[in-house]
């Protein structure tokens, strides 16, 4: 792949996800705002396009294998049947916010009742994370009772070379309308925390609780950002572009 300034951003971590590594740390968002060139992107951030764009072709140049386990996206997920893609986001990454959002909010509760005083926006993080732990729930389950088993349908008719009928939601592209909002505001609650929270470096008060939960708050932004790269780059645009094929 070359990276030209007009290069899509999901589509530079579509193709290989290693150049993750490079958008995040000049703070350039791949997942919720993925549709910008870089040329977009840097210039919001004050970036020299030339040199980030260089980077990241020194990356996917250096033969480093795209979807690698470090990041936690299977090798060759772009190319996975959409079903089998679904399956994955449903049992990875929705698994992972429902286990791990209760632990997160436990240990917040602790370090704003012992450092709040020192810390007040302590509270503000605690109660933007609250906010995401109940707008991820009920996202996750409009797409495993609704936009998800459409995808799983539309792939089996694909396959078999059926036809189906339109759904009751009119197109899929109501309902991934509606999920990409819900990532838009997802995203902007993410770098509110990550602002909060000093790019996830505890203060020197910090007792180990403090830093523990701030590597799983850390941990928790890393995760939603490949859910949301996954489904807004790829499972999205594939499923709105294969519905037409099988509809009767």
């Not at 090798?75 to 286990?99: I, N, Q, S």
């Not at 926006?121 to 389950?141: N, P, V, Y």
């Not at 609650?189 to 020197?204: G, K, M």
Request: aromatic fraction near 6%; proline fraction near 5%; include cysteine.
């Amino acid at each position: 792949m070359q990276i030209l300034k007009s290069t899509i951003l999901g589509d530079i971590v579509a193709e290989n996800y290693q150049t993750a590594a490079v958008l995040e740390k000049y703070q350039l968002d791949f997942c919720c705002h993925g549709t910008r060139s870089l040329a977009e992107a840097c210039l919001a951030k004050n970036l020299d396009t030339d040199n980030v764009a260089q980077e990241l072709q020194q990356t996917i140049d250096g033969n480093g294998a795209p979807f690698t386990e470090q990041v936690g996206v299977p090798k060759g997920l772009k190319d996975w049947p959409l079903d089998l893609m679904a399956d994955y986001v449903e049992k990875t990454h929705h698994r992972y916010v429902t286990r791990q959002t209760p632990v997160i909010e436990g240990y917040l509760n602790k370090i704003v009742q012992v450092h709040g005083d020192r810390h007040p926006e302590l509270s503000e993080i605690r109660d933007i994370f609250q906010q995401t732990a109940g707008e991820l729930a009920m996202h996750m389950k409009k797409e495993e009772l609704m936009l998800f088993p459409f995808i799983r349908k539309i792939t089996t008719a694909s396959i078999s070379g059926a036809k189906i009928s339109a759904p009751p939601f009119g197109s899929i592209a109501n309902p991934v309308n509606a999920m990409l909002a819900d990532h838009e505001a997802e995203g902007e609650r993410s770098a509110r925390i990550r602002t909060l929270c000093n790019d996830f470096t505890p203060p020197a008060d910090g007792c180990n609780t403090y830093k523990l939960t701030f590597q799983l708050l850390e941990a928790f932004e890393q995760d939603l950002h490949q859910h949301i790269h996954i489904e807004n780059n790829i499972l999205f645009p594939r499923a709105i572009e294969l519905e037409p094929s099988v509809l009767s």
